[in-house]
T-cell receptor, first 115, second 115 residues
Framework: AQSVTQLGSHVSVSEGALVLLRCNYS??????LFWYVQYPNQGLQLLLK??????LVKGINGFEAEFKKSETSFHLTKPSAHMSDAAEYFC?????????????FGSGTRLSIRP | DSGVTQTPKHLITATGQRVTLRCSPR?????VYWYQQSLDQGLQFLIQ???????AKGNILERFSAQQFPDLHSELNLSSLELGDSALYFC??????????????FGPGTRLTVL
């Protein structure tokens, strides 16, 4: 069975500092991996998606994530945090070989930005 | 705005009651997914419909049911409601049947409160 583990339910960084949100996955087959962002009182929005074309995936709003098979990780980073980045971030996994695959979400990491 | 609409935005009801949540997918999308987001369970996949047919099932209770109509809108029916059913219910849509391969676009959610 597939699963994702997000390390840290809450991360706080200063504005302008590096953002690092950690995600480890478990999958018996090469998965699709995702990062979603949820702003307060809104639905989820896809930040980026790993499909195997490249291990470093660039997403929207300056975020990127690197797929590391040896570490079964897919950590999300942004070089310089902005106040508007404050939100809940979800890592997710899906089976790429299933034609009707569902997405399994992690428990989420709340990112706070200090002025 | 993702293009996915959900009604109502808020719903307050009593235990034992039945409610219906409605979702209209983005124009052109054939798949509809339902998710439940609660504090204790996190974000859980409930069920997927593709072009009117059930495609994938997740952690959906027997008291819950869903369907997708010919015009592709979907309804999630929750019956014999319990306090623990209080949650945010999201609908998402995608073009194709593969929840992982195709990007899912999320609606703003319906907040259900069971008193």
């Amino acid at each position: 069975a597939q699963s994702v583990t997000q390390l840290g339910s809450h991360v706080s960084v200063s504005e302008g500092a590096l953002v690092l949100l950690r995600c480890n996955y478990s999958s018996s087959v090469p998965p699709y991996l995702f990062w979603y962002v949820q702003y307060p009182n809104q639905g989820l929005q896809l930040l980026l998606k790993y499909t195997s074309a490249a291990t470093l995936v660039k997403g929207i709003n300056g975020f990127e994530a690197e797929f590391k098979k040896s570490e079964t990780s897919f950590h999300l980073t942004k070089p310089s945090a902005h106040m508007s980045d404050a939100a809940e971030y979800f890592c997710a996994v899906s089976d790429r070989y299933s034609s009707a695959s569902k997405i399994i979400f992690g428990s989420g990491t709340r990112l706070s930005i200090r002025p | 705005d993702s293009g996915v609409t959900q009604t109502p935005k808020h719903l307050i009801t009593a235990t034992g009651q039945r409610v219906t949540l409605r979702c209209s997918p983005r124009s052109g999308d054939l798949s509809v997914y339902w998710y439940q987001q609660s504090l204790d369970q996190g974000l859980q996949f409930l069920i997927q419909y593709y072009n009117g047919e059930e495609r994938a099932k997740g952690n959906i209770l027997e008291r819950f049911s869903a369907q997708q109509f010919p015009d592709l809108h979907s309804e999630l029916n929750l019956s014999s409601l319990e306090l623990g059913d209080s949650a945010l219910y999201f609908c998402a849509s995608s073009v194709g049947p593969a929840g992982g391969r195709d990007e899912q676009f999320f609606g703003p959610g319906t907040r259900l409160t069971v008193l």
